[in-house]
């Protein structure tokens, strides 16, 4: 495998040879129904090319019979034939095509949930370090470039090459000069296809990463605008997006140039092989070898040979961009599981303690520096700090997204390396600010957290956060369908439906993010009471944004500059008069 980017390692690109292999093994346990497939194809193409011959008969029957009686009904019944082998062949490839498309879809879709399952499984920080962009590039739009293939390339592309193939058997079978013939631009097409394949593997590889890397840079305009804004950063990044979209055309056009020289050498190829085809045949029915018929018939092999030929010169462009596609795919799909803890070890209780902990974003300066911190059970901790101050770092370390570059976070007396992924995600949850709703209704969005819920559990879960009145408002209740293509949902319910995941999963320890952040005055109100009731029996970790989530907190942790600068309660760091003192007075003043 390579990495995915020039300059940064990247996610890995899988080679052909395990690209080739992936898609085996994906078609391995559908074998019966690629067999079957591939019997209707070979049907269409056979029903096909019983086409031209029979139009020789007809020559031939037209030159020996004349206007005679008989001869009509031979060339009336020749006809019939005709038109029941075009109706078999047009069943045959709509059966074909849909067949085709059952079994691409229905193992994309398995390289698709391998695909998901890794994704989940990567370290966040290897994600980060190869750019978001480059993921959701493959998710999205990879998957995109390979499904538009298989429903609309796939059949066309498999029976053109059969089309191809047997054409150059029934040349054969009419006569072998015939067939020599219709060989002789053999040599160009074999000289342009490895030409073409040879050059244009690379630049369709280059054009999917550069896309990955516009999207890229597309998604740090987006979603950090408001940082970019307020550092007057804006036109650097539009400058960098307007760079990597640039690139990505120029990649583009590259992999259109080579096309089109390919285009041009099969042209000719067409021309000599015309000329040769009727040449040949002249000379062979001057001197009575065959029929004036099998000539025609001959020359209309070769000249339907030109359609095949043309969607295997378009298809095989749309083929090769599936190919690099399918190859980033894999690269994701055959990433190694993450290693098991050596020795792997349960929290003992819902106790947090952090020591010496220190951290930097890919081999940048140090973010936080040497954390020392203990949270006792059912304690609820606020952490507050100006913009910055590594707040949010910090939280994703206590909840095992980030690995720190020195010191040591451990859950119930345990090592966060020593404890297994799967009781990581039950014993600690991280709700953020930016909170998705999956597309799908309410139930299936709550059921994320636990699969095996009972509706009266969700509609317990939902009661817990107030959520449950609205939610039996929607037009089908807890199965109205929410998210993309479905009703979307404003901050504040988005949340409350994220905040009744977490009462669901029902953790030992829950880090909030800042979680009501994105909903405004009313619904922060409405949050915040939603999340002391998700909160109620577990530690907490909350990562304050407004100061009265601080206010009810057991113990307040101020953050500065990625250090610890006081700790204690509300009603203690006011009276200090330090950081903190000065943050409630800047919260409390009149607006």
């Not at 597309?218 to 804006?234: H, K, M, N, P, Q």
């Not at 960098?240 to 583009?252: I, K, P, T, W, Y």
């Not at 020289?261 to 099969?266: A, D, E, G, K, P």
């Not at 000719?268 to 009575?288: C, H, K, P």
Request: charged share 20%; hydrophobic share 50%; proline share 5%.
């Amino acid at each position: 495998m390579t990495g995915g980017q020039p300059g940064q390692p990247g996610l890995p690109t899988a080679s052909p040879a395990a690209a080739r292999r992936a898609v085996l093994g994906l078609l391995r346990p559908r074998a019966a129904l690629a067999a079957g497939t591939a019997l209707v194809l070979l049907g269409a193409t056979v029903a096909q090319l019983t086409v031209p011959p029979l139009l020789g008969r007809i020559v031939d029957a037209a030159v020996h019979l004349g206007s005679a009686g008989s001869g009509r009904r031979v060339v009336d019944l020749i006809a019939l034939v005709m038109l029941l082998a075009l109706v078999v062949r047009a069943v045959l490839a709509a059966a074909g095509a849909v067949l085709v498309a059952r079994l691409g879809e229905g193992a994309l879709t398995a390289l698709r949930e391998r695909v998901v399952e890794r994704t989940l499984a990567i370290p966040l920080d290897e994600v980060e370090r190869a750019g978001g962009g480059d993921l959701l590039a493959r998710v999205s739009g990879d998957v995109q470039v390979i499904s538009e293939a298989i429903r609309t390339a796939l059949p066309v592309l498999i029976v053109s090459a059969l089309d191809v193939a047997l054409t150059v058997v029934g040349l054969s079978v009419l006569d072998w000069r015939l067939a020599l013939a219709g060989l002789v631009p053999l040599p160009v097409w074999v000289f342009a296809t490895r030409w073409y394949l040879r050059t244009s593997a690379p630049l369709y590889a280059a054009e999917r990463v550069a896309e990955g890397r516009r999207t890229q840079a597309l998604l740090v305009a987006i979603s950090g605008a408001a940082t970019l804004r307020a550092y007057r950063l804006g036109r650097r990044q539009l400058a960098e997006v307007d760079e990597r979209s640039r690139e990505a055309v120029r990649r583009s056009t590259t992999a259109m140039t080579a096309i089109s020289r390919f285009s041009s050498m099969l042209n000719g190829a067409e021309l000599v092989g015309v000329v040769s085809i009727l040449v040949t045949g002249f000379l062979l029915v001057r001197s009575g070898s065959v029929t004036l018929g099998a000539a025609t018939a001959a020359a209309l092999y070769f000249l339907r040979l030109f359609d095949p030929v043309g969607q295997l010169l378009y298809l095989l462009d749309q083929a090769q961009a599936a190919t690099a596609a399918l190859a980033r795919l894999v690269g994701v799909a055959e990433l190694p599981a993450p290693a098991p803890p050596a020795r792997p070890q349960t929290p003992v209780d819902a106790s947090v303690t952090v020591r010496g902990l220190r951290y930097a974003y890919h081999d940048g300066p140090e973010v936080l520096h040497g954390i020392e911190l203990r949270v006792c059970p059912g304690e609820r901790l606020a952490v507050v700090g100006p913009s910055g101050a590594g707040k949010t770092t910090m939280g994703a370390l206590l909840a095992g997204v980030h690995r720190p570059v020195a010191g040591e976070v451990l859950l119930g007396g345990v090592p966060l390396a020593d404890v297994q992924p799967d009781r990581l995600r039950r014993h600690v949850a991280l709700v953020t600010q930016e909170v998705h709703t999956f597309a799908g209704s309410v139930l299936d969005n709550l059921r994320l957290a636990r699969p095996e819920a009972s509706d009266a559990e969700l509609a317990a879960a939902l009661d817990q956060v107030g959520a449950l009145d609205w939610m039996l408002r929607l037009p089908d209740g807890l199965h109205t369908v929410v998210g993309e293509d479905g009703r979307e949902l404003d901050a504040t319910r988005a949340q409350q439906l994220a905040l009744a995941r977490l009462v669901l999963a029902d953790p030992a320890v829950a880090v909030l993010d800042e979680a009501t952040a994105e909903a405004g005055s009313a619904g922060a109100r409405t949050l915040e009471a939603a999340a002391d009731a998700a909160l109620a029996g577990r530690t907490a970790i909350v990562i304050a944004h407004r100061l009265t989530q601080a206010v009810s907190a057991d113990r307040i942790v101020v953050l500065d500059k990625g250090r610890v600068v006081e700790t204690g309660s509300h009603q203690e760091l006011v009276a200090a008069g330090g950081s903190y003192a000065i943050l409630w007075a800047a919260w409390a003043a009149p607006r």
